[in-house]
């Protein structure tokens, strides 16, 4: 019994054995297999490394969009710096954002893009950054990133309406060998070809965009007039480049604006439609699919800007005139006296450009609080050197004489100001409601003797019969333009005589239709009026006897609505008269035509009508 029992744990011994055997076999082999799989394809036995490996065997995924593009690049590079990779995408260097990074979508691979950048330490600068990365100078986007900087006006904002082109458009640009100064100021769509892409351009075709870019680049283009540079064609751009500064000022002032637009005509209705396509410059060719009209270099007057070079090459203060900023100044400096380039040119300027009227650089100074009236001694000045008269630049409406005075006072005005001041001390009151038309006459009647005229004491008849006196001197006022129907030569009496006659043609028009009764009817109405007697009470009544009897009883308004006078038209065969009577009866005037003496016959006739209040309670 003991004999069985020790044979069978003999037998379990050796099965165990054996088995535990097996199981080291075994380990050995499979820590064998994991050695060859990991030195041979890099991988590990567990499932994560089988899932690495499967994923080998797919090969590169095709980036379809810009995000997977920038999340490629953010992978490569982790290498950098794990944790600050991300500032690196979305800050750009502090150029922009992601879209410069986003240019090498579907041109250039991630890791040839990006390439190898660097960390540099800027605590002090920007104490909100630990960190400033700077791209790879040998890599594609460093390469983009410093031709950026050069190609558009404000490379920090991307999306600046400062920048007229993209960052596809200036990498295309780039790659067509384009010099970076033309990408800035001219368009996209004058760099294309028809196709809509750029291609590399030979050295005369340099020349002549370069030309371009001189042209748009200068401060002229700008303050001539808004989207003019988009207006103007490329040829023409190539012209006024070869232009010195000042030439171009004089070929752009020669543009002619009229109402509507045609062949070399141009309007500023048009730039007004040039701002509804301003984000359409974005796009290739804009300005050929909107098919607007263009501004040719025939539609400049090539003939003053050559009479302008000759004046500059004999007068020098010509080119100042025309220049601008930094360039006036230095030009200044090249041809004044020593003594005035040490102080402020400004206040000198004016001056030296109109030596002969040396109160204009005083004019600007005496400005005061007034910004409308400060800068006009030096503009005056501009015109002066570029060959106008003193009277040309007060628009006509001075003498020669008179606008040498102007020019040498010591406060601005203007020209009809100045002609007013000057009358306003004859006068002896302000002048600045007569036109200056009527000021010039005025000035014309003093010169030739006739200002008794205006000052003489004259009595005419008025209401309620009185006789009012005046002189045309209380009406200057009434005068205007076109009562002086022979210009300067005409008289004073006729003069004042057309404007009472228009005055009252303005009232007739006014109240020609008015028909109320003015007043009650007066007691010696109860009988019957005379034969050919009519009673006038009513506004259109007057008007109508005052245009056809030649005289001013429509201005009796007034007194016949307050019913202190009473008016009556007769008209017989002797002939038509006017007559008023007061409250009381009594005549107080009895005039014919154009204010002549009544007929006998109507005379008569008034002495003849009883309008006593005993005749009217006969009557009754």
Known sequence: ???????????????????????????????????????????????????????????????????????????????????????????????????LVNVGWNRVSPREWVGQPTITRFTDTFPGQSAVFAPDPSSAFGRFLAYWTRAVERPTIVGSDHNHTTPEQVYECMRAGIPARIVRWVPHYRLVSRDGKAHRMGPGRLRYMTDVARALRRASLGRAAPGLSDALATECLRRLGQLCPELQTVALGTLQWVDGVGPGKHCRAYWSAQETYTRARWEVCAPRVLNVPRIRSRDIDWEAVAAAQKLMQ?????????????????????????????????????????????????????????????????????????????????????????????LNAEHYSEPASYLHDALTDRVGQPLYSVPTTVVRWLLDVERRGDWHLITRLRTCAGPNGMRVQGRFLDRLDELREEDLVRGLATGVVPAFE??????????????????????APPYWHAAPLPEGVMWLNSAAALSVEGAAMRHCVLTYVAVAKAGDSFLYSICTEAGRSTLELSLFGRVRQHQGIARRSAPDAHRELVHAWDRSPMAARRTA
């Open 1 to 99: 019994m003991m004999s069985i029992i020790f044979e069978l744990g003999t037998s379990a011994r050796k099965a165990r054995t054996d088995e535990a055997g097996a199981r080291r076999r075994e380990g050995s082999h499979m820590f064998d297999v994991s050695k060859m799989v990991l030195s041979d394809y890099g991988v590990t036995c567990d499932p994560g490394g089988m899932a690495a490996f499967a994923r080998s065997l797919e090969g590169p995924r095709k980036l379809t969009s810009k995000s997977q593009y920038l999340k490629a690049c953010a992978r490569v590079l982790r290498r950098v710096s794990p944790r600050e990779h991300a500032a690196y995408i979305q800050s750009s260097d502090g150029l922009g954002d992601h879209r």
């Open 314 to 406: 004999t007068n020098p203060r010509v080119r100042i005139v025309h220049a601008m900023g930094k360039r006036q100044r230095d030009l200044f400096e090249a041809t004044s006296s020593p003594a005035l380039r040490r102080e402020n040119y400004t206040d000198h300027l004016a001056a030296y450009l109109a030596p002969a009227f040396p109160r204009l650089a005083q004019w600007d100074l005496n400005c005061g609080s007034s910004t409308a009236k400060c800068g006009e001694g030096l503009r005056i000045a501009q015109r002066i050197a570029r060959g106008e008269s003193p009277a040309q630049i007060s628009g006509g409406v001075l003498t020669s004489e008179e606008a040498h005075k102007w």
């Open 498 to 519: 057309r404007a009472k006659e228009r005055f009252e043609a303005l009232r007739l028009s006014s109240v020609k239709d008015d028909h109320s009764p003015l007043h």
